[in-house]
């Protein structure tokens, strides 16, 4: 299966709309008496958990498909390689989403971090923006450690289709059974027709040939032109 690079774009405007989506909630954290800003310390240690997962997955990945065939101890599951995959191209959106998110709510607030509440709201931001652009750059990493296919995968550019194999075989097994006959017609063609037969006691030796036949019998010889 072939899977395109996830393009920049996506991530700038992942960026771009959590940072839309940051600022409306800081935006409405001040005009409510809910608090809405911030991040429990919680969500940056799973973040940060879960982006040190995806990258040693990868990094598997990667030794398994750059390490020769015959070094190899074990297989790696395709279904594992895809699925390492997707988690890297979901953990660069996902993090790239969450910075912007995060570092909004950070922008918006920062100008009031004098204040106990905004200042835990600040820092809270900001510890998490950072897990979050780690996280985007782990996915980034990941998603270029997985680009390279097994060396027994389909997409390798230097194995051979079974089926071509097959095809090829034949064709080389119609051809070595054509030149064989051939080499038996010629060796036919080339030797002359030859006959011994025993008539009254006496042993006549003919040989045909395509335009002179040749009789002997006891001490006479003579030519016989077929007409």
Do not use: F
């Not at 390798?156 to 017609?185: C, F, L, Q, W």
Request: contains cysteine.
């Amino acid at each position: 299966m072939k899977a395109r690079r996830t393009p920049w774009w996506y991530y700038v405007l992942a960026v771009t709309l959590g940072a839309g989506g940051g600022v409306c909630l800081a935006s409405l954290d001040d005009r409510s008496r809910i608090s809405l800003i911030g991040a429990p310390w919680i969500v940056p240690i799973v973040l940060a958990i879960l982006g040190v997962v995806v990258l040693v997955m990868c990094i598997q990945v990667h030794q398994y498909a750059t390490t020769d065939p015959a070094k190899r101890r074990s297989r790696l599951d395709p279904a594992k390689a895809m699925m390492t995959l997707v988690l890297a191209k979901s953990l660069g959106i996902a993090g790239a989403a969450l910075l912007g998110w995060y570092g909004g709510q950070a922008l918006m607030t920062m100008g009031r971090s004098e204040a106990p509440y905004y200042g835990d709201a600040v820092t809270q931001c900001v510890v998490t923006a950072a897990v979050c652009l780690a996280d985007m750059s782990i996915g980034i990493i990941g998603e270029w450690l997985c680009q390279i296919p097994p060396a027994d995968g389909p997409e390798n550019p230097h194995r051979i289709d079974p089926r071509k194999k097959s095809i090829t075989r034949t064709a080389a097994g119609v051809e070595s059974r054509m030149s064989s006959r051939d080499t038996r017609s010629s060796g036919a063609a080339a030797q002359p027709d030859a006959a011994t037969t025993t008539n009254g006691g006496v042993t006549t030796n003919a040989t045909v040939t395509r335009d002179t036949a040749v009789t002997r019998d006891g001490a006479a010889t003579r030519d016989v032109t077929p007409r």
